[in-house]
């Protein structure tokens, strides 16, 4: 009995090593038509279904609310996760959300230096972000089933690090525009990818 246990110990270790040996990265851009460039920013480029169990982040990521803006534009974060609204301006913000997956929540408004927050358990949600004090503002929360996904840069550029080695799906979400998913194969060498959007 302790032979077979002691034996599925070190197959366990063998297979996290052979993972982790030829674990990888995905990088590339997004492109657009010329006068849609804008959209280059703010694009979530995700793995979307990964094998495992994955725990949401120990620390809650932050929004922020300043200058009468939602910083980050557009969030993505693993399922489970609970995102943190700090209001950094001197009147008073509201969040809430009308959507059904973000279980149509509304925090409330508060003034300047306080937080409050929501947990998103939905996979697949992709909740618009709102204050109704200023209808001018918007933000959305992508939410994923693991933890391989990255958001562009003004530029289009993205980069997802310590992918397992397999064979996945990878797909992009923008809130204007589609691309569509490609089938991507990591094994220790980068991998390179351009997603070509439009409307």
Request: proline fraction near 5%.
């Amino acid at each position: 009995m302790k032979n077979r246990i002691l034996n599925k110990i070190i197959l366990l270790l063998f297979l996290s090593a052979y993972i982790n040996m030829y674990a990888g990265e995905i990088k590339g851009h997004i492109e657009t038509d010329a006068n849609k460039t804008k959209y280059k920013a703010y694009c979530v480029v995700y793995i979307e279904k990964a094998d495992g169990n994955f725990k949401p982040p120990a620390k809650n990521p932050e929004m922020n609310q300043k200058s009468l803006v939602f910083t980050p534009r557009v969030m993505p974060v693993l399922v489970g996760t609970t995102v943190n609204f700090l209001n950094n301006d001197d009147v008073l913000h509201n969040v809430f959300s009308p959507d059904a997956c973000a279980d149509k929540f509304n925090l409330g408004s508060w003034k300047k230096g306080e937080i409050r927050s929501h947990k998103f358990s939905q996979t697949g949600c992709r909740s618009v972000i709102l204050c109704n004090v200023h209808p001018e503002m918007e933000a959305y929360v992508v939410v994923l089933q693991n933890p391989y996904f990255s958001s562009t840069d003004k530029d289009g550029n993205f980069s997802i690090k310590n992918v397992p080695a397999g064979k996945y799906t990878l797909k992009v979400w923008n809130e204007k525009l589609k691309g569509p998913a490609q089938e991507i194969t990591v094994s220790g060498a980068k991998v390179d990818v351009v997603f070509k959007l439009a409307k």
